[in-house]
T-cell receptor, first 114, second 111 residues
Framework: NAGVTQTPKFQVLKTGQSMTLQCAQD?????MYWYRQDPGMGLRLIYY???????DKGEVPNGYNVSRLNKREFSLRLESAAPSQTSVYFC?????????????FGQGTRLTVV | TQLLEQSPQFLSIQEGENLTVYCNSS?????LQWYRQEPGEGPVLLVT?????EVKKLKRLTFQFGDARKDSSLHITAAQPGDTGLYLC???????????FGTGTRLTIIP
């Protein structure tokens, strides 16, 4: 009963370093998302993927790239980390239930860029 | 631009009291969801409302979608420490799989 699994849970990077956040879901959902969460800002969408092979920018895509490797996996890459990217990152997947979307979230990755 | 504003941002009340938190927008949504997030965890869906004026109850929690589909409220009766967490509303639009999340209300229930 894993749902959405993110790795790693914690990461500290130096400015300029790169890293990839991994996400996998086992619910056979078509849509997957990457959000960042900052105090007082709620969740802001970075990128999303409506289906395998497609990706689209969200509200705050600058400094990030994504790959939808297959239906299960959606990764987020920081090519050159900056302190402004210090945040908690959440991956989510969703299913369409008639007229609305229900999202299921991973446990998050707490990233600090020093 | 934050399309969904939640108020209050922080709320701390005694166990047993009632409370209401609000989610407001100038935009119309076809659905409105409420999530609860506990420390170190991802948000978990509590409820979805899809009809203007709709009211849903989940034990001591009552959710209402505004008639114009631009706002929503969450009312908790006789709050308990287990209700502590970050409450997020999220708006959806028909045919669009993306959700727009609100700014969040951090609720603390004091035993």
């Amino acid at each position: 009963n894993a749902g959405v699994t993110q790795t790693p849970k914690f990461q500290v990077l130096k400015t300029g370093q790169s890293m990839t956040l991994q996400c996998a879901q086992d619910m056979n959902h078509n849509s997957m998302y990457w959000y960042r969460q900052d105090p007082g800002m709620g969740l802001r969408l970075i990128y999303y993927s409506a289906s395998e092979g497609t990706t689209d920018k969200g509200e705050v895509p600058n400094g990030y790239n994504v790959s939808r490797l297959n239906k299960r996996e959606f990764s987020l890459r920081l090519e050159s980390a900056a302190p402004s990217q210090t945040s908690v990152y959440f991956c989510a997947s969703s299913e369409e239930s008639g007229s609305y979307t229900e999202a299921f979230f991973g446990q998050g990755t707490r990233l600090t860029v020093v | 631009t934050q399309l969904l504003e939640q108020s209050p941002q922080f709320l701390s009340i005694q166990e047993g009291e009632n409370l209401t938190v609000y989610c407001n927008s100038s935009s119309v949504f076809s659905s409105l969801q409420w999530y609860r997030q506990e420390p170190g965890e991802g948000p978990v869906l509590l409820v979805t409302v899809v009809t203007g004026g709709e009211v849903k109850k989940l034990k001591r929690l009552t959710f209402q979608f505004g008639d114009a589909r631009k706002d929503s409220s969450l009312h908790i009766t006789a709050a308990q420490p287990g209700d502590t967490g970050l409450y997020l509303c999220a708006g959806g639009r028909f045919g669009n799989e993306k959700l727009t999340f609100g700014t969040g209300t951090r609720l603390t229930i004091i035993p």
